[in-house]
Structures are given as C-alpha cells and as structure tokens.
C-alpha cells in the first residue's frame, strides 16, 4: 500500500492519527522564522542563541582521545560518576549551591531534557505551571504536552523585565504547582538580586510551589555575579536547578546538561530518563568533565568577549533611536520597537526581507514580548556593527514611510 504525506489508502488523513494535543501545539516561533533565512550569505543573522565560538580544542581533544580508547559503551543512567563530582564542586565554588554527586545529580541530554523530565514528573494534568514572559519558547509547550496549563506571570521593560512578588502572587490559584524561573533570562537578559529573590521566596513557600530553576546563563553575568534561586535560603529543596555546558562553554551540539535537586525528586525524574535516553552520550559528558577541569578560562575569556559585544549592540539600538534596556545576563537584547509603529512579526519580516538582517520577534516569548525584537549579540563584532547599520537604514526608512 502506497501512503502519501496526506492520506492512508482508506483516503483518512494521516494526521488524524496524532494525539490533539499535539496537533495543537504551534511550532517553534523561533525555528519557523529562520527556516525563511535557508542558506542566503547576505543575511546577518541575529537570532538563533548559540555562542559563535567553537568548543576550545582541548575539549574536542578529550573527547577525541576518548574514542581512541574505546570509550563508546553507555555510562551510569545518572552520569559518570566523575563528571557528576566535578559537577557538585564547581556549583558549590561559584554559586554556594551544594549538591549530593551520588543521588542529587542527574547529567541529561542538555538542559532541554532536564527540563523536560521535571515537568513530566511533577505534573499532573490540570497543574498550573507560572512562567515569567518574555520567556523561552519551550516552556509552554513542554507543559501543555506534560498535561499542565501554562500561566504567563508578565513582566515589563520598566522593570527590567525582573519578575516581581506581586506579579506572581496575581498569577497563583488552587491549581498552581510549579513555577520556572529563567534568569539570566532568555529572551531579555534581565537577572535577579539577592534581594530581588527573597520576597519571590516568601510567596513560593506561602503558597508552597515547586521551582524550576532554567540557569543555562548562570555564568554569563557582567554586571554583578549570578545568584542561583537554589542559594536563597529555605529554597533549595523545594529548587530543581537546570543547567548545562552549551552556553557558557560553546558545547551547543554536544547536548550536555544536569540537573540538580532533593534526592527523592531526583530518583523520580532518573526513572524517566532511563526509560528513554538511558544515558547522555559517553564522549560528551568526558568533553564536559574536560571544561570544568580545565576550561575556565576559555570561558570567562568568551564572557568578556560577549560583554564587549553586549555594550556595543545596546548603545547602536539607542544611537538608532530604538528603546533598550540594559541586558545583564545571557547574550541577547531586546530593543523596543513600538515607536515604528509596526508590529514584532512585520518589523522582523521587513527587516529581513529589505534590509537582509534576521532577529526574532519579541511575540514569539509570549504576549508580553509584542513590541519588541530579541537579538543575539553572540556573533562577531563586525557583523554587529554591519547589523546595526543595516537596522538603522531600516528604522529611518520607516520614519520617511510615516
């Protein structure tokens, strides 16, 4: 029986098959946007969050002299147990968060799947799931498919898109369960204060939450060093913390993460991992074990790098005459574009269409991203410079236009 993209031989869609809830999930607004950049060389691309530095040699070395040697079997279902005590330190000597290696650590494939199986663990359907918007895209979606009900918390420029205790409060019902911080966030660069997180504390416990803590970032801080929800006091065992080698350590592709938490949350989401990955790839967790043993440096060498960069991209969008708030963490900005009077979807369109640059929509994070544009400064300074060019021939065009 032939069967095409569309019907089986009955004539019946093939799509009637899929679970409805999958069906209504949208795809990524990020991925769908730059599926219409293919493979143009004009284009300065702005949009997709990945460092534009290649994993540091020694990395790749070890990684390499792994696979001489025959390292290709699986590894524990938790991780190697080395990777999983370097893990443990160096959480504990930058951001004074102490994890157990033998049952409060989990290494995944990314952070992507960590988040993945703590939502699938602790939801039940009809749980409430609190996300601070702008947030990234695979919250929501992760949740809904997971049986829960995302609930966007808002937060605004004003602020510096900082999730407040009043926002959250408003956002709690009977049915909330668990809340997902990013910070340093994506798509804002917003970070939180010691003092910022503590009234954010008070109302998790009040209402006793669950959090999961998305610090991918965490090392990626410029202002002030990052402090991890998990450090607040009273906080870490209520804190399932999520974090990974792609961002800091220009290991996108190698897709290692962890996660961290009280070990009878941590046994629990271990069931499902090994149910379906068993393990995080052998050769990577041994590239990772390489970089906090003796990556550090490359790495607060690219922060500076992007810290550079970040100062140069924020004072363009102001000297262009775009609104943007001073990003503190991660590698993104998020200029205003409302005085163009275009929309984030039109505004990133034409500007990709007519001017050759490629960012993404602020809407793409959630209601509250309309009106703005998340751009990665994660990219070469000349290219950031031609982009800002670019940018601004396209916002004095539309101040002609009006």
């Given at each position: 029986?032939?069967?095409?993209?569309?019907?089986?031989?009955?004539?019946?869609?093939?799509?009637?098959?899929?679970?409805?809830?999958?069906?209504?999930?949208?795809?990524?607004?990020?991925?769908?946007?730059?599926?219409?950049?293919?493979?143009?060389?004009?284009?300065?691309?702005?949009?997709?969050?990945?460092?534009?530095?290649?994993?540091?040699?020694?990395?790749?070395?070890?990684?390499?002299?792994?696979?001489?040697?025959?390292?290709?079997?699986?590894?524990?279902?938790?991780?190697?147990?080395?990777?999983?005590?370097?893990?443990?330190?160096?959480?504990?000597?930058?951001?004074?968060?102490?994890?157990?290696?033998?049952?409060?650590?989990?290494?995944?494939?990314?952070?992507?799947?960590?988040?993945?199986?703590?939502?699938?663990?602790?939801?039940?359907?009809?749980?409430?799931?609190?996300?601070?918007?702008?947030?990234?895209?695979?919250?929501?979606?992760?949740?809904?498919?997971?049986?829960?009900?995302?609930?966007?918390?808002?937060?605004?420029?004003?602020?510096?898109?900082?999730?407040?205790?009043?926002?959250?409060?408003?956002?709690?019902?009977?049915?909330?369960?668990?809340?997902?911080?990013?910070?340093?966030?994506?798509?804002?660069?917003?970070?939180?204060?010691?003092?910022?997180?503590?009234?954010?504390?008070?109302?998790?416990?009040?209402?006793?939450?669950?959090?999961?803590?998305?610090?991918?970032?965490?090392?990626?801080?410029?202002t002030q060093k990052h402090v991890s929800f998990a450090?607040?006091?009273?906080?870490?065992?209520?804190?399932?913390?999520?974090?990974?080698?792609?961002?800091?350590?220009?290991?996108?592709?190698?897709?290692?993460?962890?996660?961290?938490?009280?070990?009878?949350?941590?046994?629990?989401?271990?069931?499902?991992?090994?149910?379906?990955?068993?393990?995080?790839?052998?050769?990577?967790?041994?590239?990772?074990?390489?970089?906090?043993?003796?990556?550090?440096?490359?790495?607060?060498?690219?922060?500076?790098?992007?810290?550079?960069?970040?100062?140069?991209?924020?004072?363009?969008?102001?000297?262009?005459?775009?609104?943007?708030?001073?990003?503190?963490?991660?590698?993104?900005?998020?200029?205003?574009?409302?005085?163009?009077?275009?929309?984030?979807?039109?505004?990133?369109?034409?500007?990709?269409?007519?001017?050759?640059?490629?960012?993404?929509?602020?809407?793409?994070?959630?209601?509250?991203?309309?009106?703005?544009?998340?751009?990665?400064?994660?990219?070469?300074?000349t290219q950031l410079n031609e982009a800002l060019e670019?940018?601004?021939?396209?916002?004095?065009?539309?101040?002609?236009?009006?």
């Amino acid at each position: 029986m032939i069967v095409n993209e569309q019907t089986t031989g009955n004539n019946k869609k093939m799509t009637s098959y899929l679970a409805p809830l999958v069906q209504q999930i949208p795809p990524s607004g990020i991925r769908k946007f730059f599926d219409l950049v293919g493979d143009n060389k004009d284009i300065i691309t702005l949009g997709v969050g990945e460092p534009d530095f290649v994993t540091p040699w020694h990395m790749r070395e070890a990684c390499v002299y792994s696979l001489e040697r025959g390292m290709t079997s699986y590894t524990s279902n938790a991780g190697m147990p080395k990777l999983r005590e370097a893990i443990s330190e160096y959480l504990d000597t930058q951001f004074d968060t102490k994890y157990d290696p033998k049952d409060e650590i989990i290494v995944t494939v990314g952070g992507s799947e960590a988040i993945d199986l703590a939502l699938r663990a602790l939801i039940v359907p009809g749980d409430e799931i609190l996300i601070p918007e702008p947030s990234y895209v695979a919250y929501s979606p992760i949740a809904s498919i997971g049986g829960g009900i995302p609930v966007g918390v808002e937060t605004y420029a004003k602020d510096q898109f900082k999730l407040t205790a009043e926002a959250l409060e408003a956002g709690i019902t009977p049915k909330s369960k668990v809340v997902i911080l990013c910070y340093p966030s994506n798509p804002t660069g917003a970070i939180m204060t010691y003092e910022e997180w503590l009234p954010i504390a008070e109302v998790i416990k009040k209402h006793d939450l669950i959090v999961i803590a998305d610090e991918i970032y965490a090392e990626l801080t410029y202002t002030q060093k990052h402090v991890s929800f998990a450090s607040i006091p009273d906080m870490k065992e209520r804190t399932i913390l999520v974090s990974g080698f792609s961002k800091a350590f220009a290991m996108t592709g190698w897709r290692i993460g962890y996660m961290c938490g009280h070990p009878e949350l941590i046994a629990a989401m271990l069931k499902i991992h090994q149910y379906t990955v068993m393990c995080a790839p052998a050769m990577g967790q041994v590239a990772a074990l390489e970089a906090l043993t003796n990556g550090l440096g490359e790495k607060d060498r690219m922060v500076e790098s992007y810290n550079q960069r970040r100062r140069l991209i924020v004072q363009g969008f102001r000297e262009i005459g775009l609104d943007c708030h001073e990003p503190q963490g991660a590698f993104y900005a998020f200029p205003s574009i409302q005085k163009t009077g275009l929309s984030s979807d039109l505004f990133a369109e034409r500007l990709l269409t007519e001017n050759k640059v490629a960012a993404v929509p602020g809407n793409v994070f959630g209601p509250q991203g309309e009106g703005f544009l998340r751009c990665s400064y994660a990219t070469s300074v000349t290219q950031l410079n031609e982009a800002l060019e670019r940018i601004g021939n396209f916002v004095y065009k539309l101040q002609k236009e009006g």
